[in-house]
């Protein structure tokens, strides 16, 4: 099969570029620009959000957030829960890898018990170190026991994908250059800056409707968009700056679909700074940013003002919460009441992204007018990121990216996650760690929502962030594709779903 698709693609390349008129990629073949190298297709190490998008395609777990993020079952047909802290799943019958080998519960403890070793190094363990051991009952089911109540656990389960434990152990080749999963696509083939995948007309739940999906490496937008204009890409979601958006829209031959996403910018101090520690500045600074003018000047209206980490699509959000517009004079205000002397002058570190010093520059214009200078220091990623971690900063601004559980609050706010904990602006509250902490271990769905629904509130007033946006999620394709969505985490997951139209 493999050969098939290399002498197509050939032709399809050489028919492309043998001439000037456009030339449609073949019509069971879906090509996908992606914008930076997955780092690990091994889903015991993937960190990055390509290399977790591809591996849903290619691995499957025992549960899955579906469309509304809720955690459903997935290789489990279902699962019940003992006093609070032991999990046992039951799986479907039948199961098999990509290989024909049959999927056990062995499987999937192996899987989890490699991933609990601290010696195997796998980046996931942090999520998992509440797990206190795993038993297998039978080849269709385990148990998974806690040390304490653990709310996020079920989310934190859908990163755990099953792989085949026996031919792991006899094999000699690593697995990240065979990657047998028992997911809708499987692995065929990674090339210089191409991945290619192959549908499994045999998994047990979904049914592919391309036979193959080549994910291609554009790490320049210009290319991206351009080769999108030519039909050499069929697909581009969340990879196109807001301006080559705009431009690709008014293509007659592409489709542009959008949809709220889940992705959370937002503006962090350092709470050890004396003039930042002061909550009456901090808010003065919030009301003087007009975020409106932002998004609709320099992202072109592909972002919602945000009121909090979680998006208005999270069960968690507090939808009674109110919006910090801009109000200058209420900023004024605010300011002569924190008893801060002016002018104040601050540095504001942000990346060498061209979008990210647009932004901090139109930023520090607009608080010029409250009596802030700020001065923009730009560095590549590795400097800048580890400035923001070791505390070397006065102001900053980073994404939260694809939030689904509360729980990333308890990460990013409860003061035993000073650095190198994630709670790198030195936040510290005693009622927020202890709601945080109440908030971790309350199963109940609507008591929790009520927890949080306290935790964004004093946030909302102590304004340790200032919330800026939460990013659309965006795509552009080629008019021929059908049946495109968008999973609110704007996973690859849509993709099984894709067909084409000639």
Known sequence: MFKNLTISICLFSLVLFGCSQKKLTPKDILVV??????????????????????????????????????????????????????????????????????????????????????????????????????????????????????????????????????????????????????????FLKKEVNTIILKKNPTHFLFKPKMENLIFKVIKDDNTRSLKLKKGEIDLIQNALSSDSVIKLSQDPHLTLTKSAGLTYSYLGFNLKDPILKNKKFRQAMSYALDRKTIIEHLLQNLATSANSILSPLNHYYDSTLSQTDFNLEKAKELLKESQVPLPVKLIFKTSTDTQAINIARLISDQLKALGVMVELRTNEWGTFFNDIQTGNFQLFSLRWVGVTDPDIYYDAFHSSNFPPGKNRIYYSNPTTDRLLQEGRVELNPEKRKKIYARVQKILAEEVPYIHLWHFNNVALYTQRLKGFYFHPQANFMPLIDVFKDD
């Open 33 to 186: 620009a992606i914008d930076s190298e997955p780092s690990n297709l091994d889903p015991r190490f993937a960190l990055d959000a390509y290399s977790q998008r591809i591996d849903q395609l290619l691995f499957d777990g025992l549960v899955i957030l579906n469309n509304n993020l809720e955690v459903v079952p997935h290789l489990a047909t279902h699962w019940t829960v003992r006093n609070n802290k032991i999990y046992q799943f039951t799986l479907h019958p039948n199961l098999t890898f990509h290989d024909g080998t049959p999927l056990t519960a062995h499987d999937i403890a192996f899987t989890l018990e490699q991933i609990l070793d601290p010696a195997f190094g796998s980046p996931l363990l942090g999520s998992f170190k509440n797990v206190e051991k795993i038993i297998v009952l039978n080849k269709l089911a385990l148990e998974i026991h806690l040390k304490e109540p653990q709310a996020s656990f079920l989310t934190d389960l859908t990163l755990i994908k099953a792989l085949p434990h026996q031919k792991m152990k006899d094999s000699k080749v690593p697995f990240k250059d065979v990657l047998i999963g028992s997911g809708p696509y499987t």
